[in-house]
């Protein structure tokens, strides 16, 4: 088979890429993600450019076709023109002073033709893939159309080049673009985005829910795309103004009518249990700040509860005191409001009150110590976590009503409670609960300790009678669609519901599973784990992480009102994620299958991306449970085989907890054995032409502690080699929520890593250690300039060069060392790493003497001061003087010292145009000053001004970094880094000319003295 490289095993404009991402995660509305929690999601965007970069080929694969493009030659001869004379220049110098005993790095290639049009090429794709993975572009055909045409230019040439292939009408149909698959799609993005670029996505994962999810997203939304809505009330507007529904818009609009039935109906069952609250003239007399409500009637939100248990001080023993984390309520600038506990006749009672506290710090900690640690309320007694979770467990836990959020004129305004507003929601009696046992450990299942074994103690009672409520209106709502689809299609509204078209039940189910969705958000927020966030005065979400945690003190929000976390606010949620889900698509696969034993699916070669389970980072078959319950009960009889079991399914399932294998090291074997086997199916099942690409999550204690060198990835690693599979890329990247905040602009290391892979050929030679480094040595520089031009991170170097790094390991079935012993991959990281290195140090060999001096000197001393003697001694060396430098601008020489200027030293008035003696040096260290003061656009200016001279500085960079990094000087790392992740913008900028753009001080701080 004749294989071509894709340029996902070469290039990546990898910081565009993590900063759409990173963008992603605060869009939630018409964002597909939003459809169902599912846990560590993967950006769509980041998807998306993976899936892409792994289908095109690199352009070093069809140069011959870029040669003869007189347009691209003639460009590309121009480039190559300037390229060569610095080239030429460092070579002169290096063969000069060859023989002189001064070491002068060689420059590296000589730049060629061929080179040169394969980067303009790539320089193009980079364009598309920096489109594709804009928010704003998830559903424009245009942007996609491109891509999609891209795909299929690079399809053709592999089934061109493989067309007499034996097996070639099976494997290279050149009418039909590779099959995609997932075999650990959870919430469905990977699938999503291959389907989006065209291509049949077959998703699959072991967990029902997650099944559930990817049939939501990938299947239904081009089944019913087109059609238009079939209730009766868009119906009757239809007659009245013609309306085109496009896309899933018509279907996304059944969702919000029927989803609003079911809410109104809910209201005619359950209204009773949550009655308004009325304003009346003594709690005016108590709170002057209601006189305009007095007499009304206002909604209430949520009621705010606190656990409570009986007082550990005998004198007390009968109350039950507040298990209270806060008596804020409100903390929001102007608007606070504070519960305020009195004591009398033996017992307490709280009040509601406005304003700032006396005792802020007090009310702040309202009964808590610390972590599980209370004082008991009416007599300071501590209350030891071991005495709750007694208490507990003895089935003593109860819960006080703590404040009343009711809906004001603007915004939400805080009550006290009533005995009345207790008493109603005592009444409640839920005529099902979910009595399934709360699987997993305490690591993850916080209320565990505190006797909460079942799911149905995760709801109050009437929170209880709500989901089953709603749940029970799934299935009614079901029967309602049917009938008004059928009355649609009589009537051929619904132009599409025909026999050989989905049916009317067909369509009738989809809106029921839509429902069922919102309901499980409904639950997220309607359950006793929801915390009320004073800060924005709105209740948190559930699984704010991927854990089921204790609450002390919980909201409970009213869900027949329209806050966030309320049926409607989730049917809307729901209803708009749809937005952003493929309208069109060839009829998707979505399947219930174990990675580790399933065979191939829908009879085809694949094309794979996945993204598996991490070791035991996230339980996720013990937290789906808490979905499944509700699901289970809407859906059961439209998808029998999926919710068959009365849990989800855990035993397969490919995670390393100790509660489920005896111990840590059944655990850990089981986790590894099953990794290898599930890659070891993927290498045999996925389409040879193409690279898998696979997703490794770091854990957050390993990205800060470990970086690199974590025996998790390495662990990982090898699971992989051990599959057969050898590697051709590692591209690092900041996708997950929890590293958002620091990765943008900070040196902090990428969150997850994309390992791109190839099945290894079953004839691969064994080489020696010297063999490895030596290919090593030859291939490292060149996958490093690709690696720059494509602008990488310099914090994300290292990362990246493990790809190339391992291409050359793993191309080897063994590598053995000289006592026979084969090389592990820890030992080859380490070789990686250090070639990486000397490849950099090479570089400096395209840098100016003044430069290569700098540098020497900095990686010594920094910006500190040194003897002038040692300074002129290196100047030697280095074929140049302190005096030179001095006169440069560089460097500052009083007292027979010498030191570095540093870049907010530097002359503000800095005109390259003027400098005699320009160094690559200065134009680092000005373009560092100028993004501080000025930003991207003052950085511009000048290189405006410097033109190509400018691209040295980026290559300076990097070494720069590498220098920092190993140094530990944080801060100058940081504005290293910076500038490079600026330098999309400030060359765009400097093409497009700056006049008109304002000036963006950027906040990257001048460099400080740090500690080494
Ligand atoms: C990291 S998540 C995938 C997340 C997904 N890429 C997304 O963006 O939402 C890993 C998935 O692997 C699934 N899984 C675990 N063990 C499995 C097995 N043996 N076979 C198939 N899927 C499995 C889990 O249910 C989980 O959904």
Known sequence: MKTTKKLIEVALPLEAINVASVREGFIYRGNPSALHKWWAQRPLTAARAIIFAQMVDDPSTYVDVLRSDPKLRRKAETT???????????????????????????????????????????KRLFQIIEDLVLWENTTNEEVLQKARDEIWQSWRRACAKNA?????KELFDRKRLPAFHDPFAGGGTLPLEAQRLGLKSYASDLNPVAVMINKAMIEIPP?????????????????????EWKGVEGFAEDVRYYGQWMRDEAEKRIGHLYPKIEVTSTMVRERPDLKNYLGQKLTVIAWLWAHTVKSPNPAFAQVDVPLASTFMLSTKAGKEAYVEPLIESGGYRFKVKVGKPLNAEAAKKGTKQA??????????????????????????????????????????????????????????????????????????????????????????????????TFSDLVKEVRELVIHDALVASDARDMKHLTADRPTATAYADAIAMFLAFSVDKTAEYGCKCVPWYSKEDRPKGLFARQAIPMVWDFAEVNPLTEIGGTFSASVNIVAGALQGCAPSGESPVVRQLDAVAQDKIGGVRPIVSTDPPYYDNVPYADLSDFFYIWLRRSLRSLFPDLFSTLAVPKAGELVAFAYRHEGEVGAEAFFLDGMTLAMHRLAEQAHPAFPVSIYYAFRQSETMNEGTTSTGWET????????????????????????????????????????????????????????????????????????????????????????????????????LDAEGHALSVREALAL????????????????????RWALTWFEQLGFAEGEYGVAEQLSKSKNTSVEGMVEAGI???????????????????????????????????????????????????????????????RELCYRLYTLCERKKRATEALAYNGLVQSWPEITRLAREGVEDIKPRAKEIRLFEETEE
């Not at 290096?94 to 033709?113: C, D, K, N």
């Not at 089944?223 to 309306?243: D, W, Y």
């Not at 690591?443 to 209880?464: A, D, N």
């Not at 260290?925 to 003061?933: D, E, F, G, K, V």
């Open 80 to 122: 190559r023109k300037t390229r060569w004379k610095v080239w030429e220049e460092a070579r002169t110098l290096a063969v000069r002073f060859q023989h002189s005993g001064i070491s002068v790095p060689e420059p590296g290639p000589e730049p060629t033709l061929d080179d040169i049009l394969a980067e303009q090429e790539r």
């Open 371 to 468: 972590r599980a640690n209370f004082l008991c309320l009416m007599s300071s007694a501590p209350i030891s976590g071991d005495y709750i979770k007694a208490e507990a467990k003895a089935g003593r836990m109860g819960a006080r009503l703590m404040a009343i959020v009711a809906l004001g004129e603007r915004g939400r305004i805080y009550l006290t409670p009533s005995e009345e507003m207790e008493n109603v929601a005592r009444q409640a009696d839920p005529k099902w609960r979910p009595d399934l046992a709360i699987s997993g450990s305490t690591q993850y299942i916080g209320v565990k300790p505190y006797g909460i074994e079942q799911f149905s103690q995760l709801f109050t009672e009437r929170q209880l009678v709500a989901l089953t």
């Open 223 to 243: 089944m019913f795309s087109g059609l238009a809505p079939v209730n009766p009330k868009s119906r009757q507007e239809k007659t009245l103004i013609v309306h």
């Open 891 to 953: 460097l500052e020489s009083k007292r027979g010292n010498v030191r570095l200027i540093r870049p907010e030293e530097l002359p503000a008035n800095w005109d390259p145009a003027k400098d005699p003696r320009l160094t690559a040096w200065e134009i680092v260290h000005h373009l560092i000053r100028l993004l501080a003061s000025g930003g991207e656009s003052a950085a511009a200016e000048i290189v405006a001004k410097l033109g190509a001279k400018a691209e040295v500085a």
């Open 832 to 851: 990686i790493n250090q070639t990486l290195d000397e490849a950099l140090a090479e570089q400096e060999g395209d840098f100016d003497a003044d430069s």
């Open 164 to 168: 007499d292939h034996p097996q070639a």
């Open 716 to 815: 990982f690693l090898d699971a992989v080699i051990k599959a057969g599979f050898s590697l051709t890329g590692t591209w690092p990247m900041r996708t997950e929520r929890a590293a958002r905040s620091r990765g943008i602009g900070s040196n902090a290391l990428a969150t997850s890593i994309v390992i791109v892979c190839r099945k290894r050929s079953a004839n691969a030679p064994i080489a020696t250690r010297r063999e490895f480094v030596s290919a090593l040595k030859t291939e490292l520089p060149v996958a490093l300039t690709h690696l720059q031009r494509g602008n990488i991170a310099p914090v994300d170097l290292a990362q990246a060069a493990i790809g190339p790094g391992m291409a050359v390991y793993t191309r080897y079935e063994k590598v």
